[in-house]
């Protein structure tokens, strides 16, 4: 196998792999585990610094809510989305690495 296709195909299944495996492990297994996401306007987290953030959070100022689930997964895809895009290129890297030298294995193995 030429190593052009070989690293092309090493990306196709990478991402495949790294998307199912973003999906499983962020969503998907800790399904009933709650997170705390805001309770406020975006634009009052847009107008603060953390400090001041930080700082109302513990005076009680600004209100955290508790969600799991489905609520928890809407939230992940539409209000943190670069928490899944690193996870998945954290993954990606990892199984186009994998791919990759797998398919040198393989290919020195039937050349053999």
Do not use: C
């Amino acid at each position: 196998m030429r190593w052009r296709r070989l690293l092309l195909t090493a990306i196709g299944l990478g991402a495949v792999v790294a998307v199912i495996a973003t999906i499983t492990v962020n969503v998907l297994l800790p399904w009933s585990v709650e997170i705390l996401v805001p309770d406020f306007p975006k634009e009052q987290l847009a107008a603060s610094n953390p400090t001041e953030l930080n700082d109302k959070l513990l005076s009680g100022a600004l209100h955290l809510k508790s969600v799991r689930g489905m609520d928890k997964a809407i939230y992940l895809f539409t209000e943190a989305p670069m928490f899944l895009v690193r996870s998945w290129a954290y993954f990606f890297v990892s199984s186009v690495v994998a791919a990759f030298l797998g398919g040198l294995l393989i290919n020195a193995r039937s050349a053999a």
